[in-house]
């Protein structure tokens, strides 16, 4: 059978004392006061010694576990194995053990270990070339100072609609492993929303907010495209906030995702303005695809959508939504955006550390 050590224990040293000042006819009471422990505790010291000869304790019997060090091993080593492992519920985990263990057992020995059934965080499904890209991305720009992240422009579009859903997926992980990429939930962008937006940042300045036309409020039908991006963003807001930010700033570089219509019409139009105007930028093809946790303007967002989700009454229709974002976006703490954009070397260091992979950002 089994044995097992019970209840705390006093150090051999003061097993010695006990001991010593028994044997000069200390009584209990005066040892228990001595040693600051009860006088009993040191009576069944005292009493064990004469018995065995011995300082040492009892070994107490209990119950033999379930799972031994070999099971318990085991156990570890299929959950953290892959992706799929991370995600299983308990019931298909207990499948792998031997032993017939309860779920209660299963998944108290799973939590002994350090892992803990938490959500898996979401975060953009990640191929091999685009973790290449980002780290060659954060490892080209890791030495940039504070003072040349705050010359730059970043921009984006976000699509919005309330009651959204948010349903959260389950996995088993440690605190530590948050973000590790078998604890992670892939999401994909999905289709209909009842707003689109676009918006950009620098350091102490905020673009306007930019309602972008849908498909029915457009002339013929389609998806957005790169001209329709010409027309409502690049030679209105971005191209105006770019052109202030240059007189107050001198030389700064716009940012761009890789959306497919910032390509086409956007990619002529950007060479004409490198041509004529000097500028600079990341658009397709440099900025690493499936990268916001680079864009400090997804932070922002995340900070507009609770905003207006704390709004009372709550926006239902499409016009109100549209008053909410632009009335929050006003609002917005620029001390916020500051920070956002100076934790730029930390987000470019998590991604060198990730090896390209998903970061916290």
């Known amino acids: 059978m089994q044995t097992t050590r019970r209840g705390l224990e006093l150090t051999p040293g003061k097993r010695r004392d006990i001991i010593a000042m028994r044997k000069v006819k200390t009584s209990f009471a005066a040892i228990g006061r001595e040693l600051n422990i009860k006088a009993d505790t040191a009576r069944k010291i005292w009493n064990r010694y004469q018995l065995r000869s011995t300082i040492k304790s009892a070994i107490k019997l209990g119950r033999p576990k379930k799972l031994n060090g070999r099971d318990r091993r085991h156990l570890k080593r299929y959950i953290k194995k892959n992706w799929d492992n991370r995600h ?11 032993n017939n263990v309860s779920a209660k057992t299963l998944r108290r020995e799973i939590v002994a270990f350090g892992l803990n059934h938490r959500r898996g965080r979401k975060r953009p499904y990640l191929s091999p070339a685009q973790k290449k890209a980002r780290l060659k ?15 730059v422009i970043f921009s984006d579009e976000m699509a919005f609609q309330t009651g959204a859903n948010e349903g959260n997926v389950w996995v088993w992980r440690s605190p530590e492993e948050e973000y590790l990429e078998d604890c992670c939930t892939v999401t994909h962008k999905s289709g209909f929303k009842r707003i689109q937006i676009w918006g950009a940042m620098r350091y102490g300045a905020l673009s306007k907010l930019v309602i972008l036309k849908e498909r029915q409020e457009r002339e013929g039908e389609g998806r957005f495209s790169g001209n329709d991006y010409v027309e409502q963003v690049m030679d209105k807001e971005l191209f105006d906030f770019w052109a202030s930010s240059m007189e107050e700033l001198g030389d700064v570089l716009v940012m761009e995702d890789g959306a497919g219509y910032h390509e086409g019409a956007a990619t002529t139009r950007r060479k004409e303005y490198e041509k004529d105007g000097g500028w600079q930028g990341w658009g397709p093809h440099v900025w690493p695809a499936n990268s916001p946790d680079l864009n400090p303007i997804e932070n922002l967002w995340h900070i507009l959508r609770s905003n207006i989700r704390k709004r009372i009454p709550k926006p239902m229709r499409k016009e109100d939504l549209i008053r909410a974002a632009q009335e929050e976006w006003a609002k917005l703490d620029m001390e916020e955006v500051n920070r956002l954009i100076e934790s730029m070397p930390r987000r470019l260091q998590a991604v060198i550390d990730a090896k390209g992979g998903s970061t916290k950002y």
């Open 88 to 98: 299983e519920p308990l019931r298909d985990i207990s499948n792998i053990v031997n």
């Open 137 to 151: 991305f954060a490892k080209d720009h890791i030495h940039w100072t504070i003072e040349e992240w705050r010359r």
